[in-house]
C-alpha cells in the first residue's frame, strides 16, 4: 500500500498570504497524485489532478507542482473561502490512497 | 453538472447489513468508472471500492472484502454498496463518487452508523 504523508497537519495564515502544502509518497508514483479540498460539512471537491492539473472551475491561484514522490498544492494569495482542509490522494497502485491531510485555518 | 445523490444510511446493529444506493445524472454514467469512498468522524477520507464501467471490475479496501459488494445498474443511472456484517469500524459517511483513478465529482454522502 502507498503512504501519504501530509505536512503540516495544520497551517494558520492570514488571507492574502501564500500556502505551501507537502505531500510525499512512500514510493515513487509518477504524476499519478490529485489534491481535494473539504469544507466543513461538505463533500469534497477535485482540485488539481495528475499533479499540476486544474479541475474544472478551479481557480487559478491554486497550483500543484512535483513527480515521483514529493509533491506540492500552492495557494498563491488565500482568500476566505479557502480555508479548509486539503487532502491529496494517488491513484497509481491499488489500494487507492489519501493522505492524512493538511487543516488551512485563520491565523 | 455532475450530481449524485446518495441514499440507505442509517442505524444498524453490529453484524447487520444496509444497501446504499447512488442515482447519478449530469453525465454519461456508463463512461466511468464509480467509486464509494468513506469518512470517520473527524478523521480522513478513505477509499473503499471502485466498479468499472460495465460492472464486471470491482476493486476493494482488503478491510471490506468478503463483507461488501459494489455493483451497478447502467439502465438506471445507479450505482450500490452492499454491505453485510457491519462492525462499528464501518461508521462513517459513505460518498459516492465518479471516479478516473481521481475522484472528479463526489455526492454529499450517506451517514452509517453501527452500534448496539
Known amino acids: 500500500e502507498i503512504v501519504l504523508t501530509q505536512s503540516p497537519a495544520t497551517l494558520s495564515l492570514s488571507p492574502g498570504e501564500r500556502a505551501t502544502l507537502s505531500c510525499r509518497a512512500s514510493?515513487?508514483?509518477?504524476?499519478?497524485l490529485a489534491w481535494h479540498q473539504q469544507k466543513p460539512g461538505q463533500a469534497p471537491r477535485l482540485l488539481i489532478y495528475?499533479?499540476?492539473n486544474r479541475a474544472t472551475g478551479i481557480p487559478a491561484r491554486f497550483s500543484g507542482s512535483g513527480s515521483g514522490t514529493d509533491f506540492t498544492l500552492t495557494i498563491s494569495s488565500l482568500e476566505p473561502e479557502d480555508f479548509a482542509v486539503y487532502y491529496c490522494?494517488?491513484?497509481?497502485?491499488?489500494?487507492?490512497?489519501f493522505g492524512g491531510g493538511t487543516k488551512v485555518e485563520i491565523k | 453538472e455532475v450530481q449524485l445523490v446518495e441514499s440507505g444510511g442509517g442505524l444498524v446493529q453490529p453484524g447487520g447489513s444496509l444497501r446504499l444506493s447512488c442515482a447519478a445524472s449530469?453525465?454519461?454514467?456508463?463512461?466511468?468508472?464509480m467509486s464509494w469512498v468513506r469518512q470517520a468522524s473527524g478523521k480522513g477520507l478513505e477509499w473503499v471500492a471502485n466498479i468499472n464501467e460495465d460492472g464486471r471490475g470491482e476493486f476493494y479496501l482488503d478491510s471490506v472484502k468478503g463483507r461488501f459488494t459494489i455493483s451497478r445498474d447502467n439502465a438506471k443511472n445507479s450505482l450500490y454498496l452492499q454491505m453485510n456484517s457491519l462492525r462499528v469500524e464501518d461508521t462513517a459517511v459513505y460518498y459516492c463518487?465518479?471516479?478516473?483513478?481521481?475522484?472528479?465529482?463526489w455526492g454529499q454522502g450517506t451517514l452509517v452508523t453501527v452500534s448496539s
Open positions: 514510493q515513487s508514483i509518477s504524476s499519478y
Open positions: 495528475d499533479a499540476s
Open positions: 449530469g453525465f454519461t454514467f456508463t463512461s466511468f468508472w
Open positions: 463518487a465518479r471516479a478516473v483513478g481521481h475522484f472528479t465529482g
Open positions: 490522494q494517488q491513484r497509481s497502485n491499488w489500494p487507492l490512497t
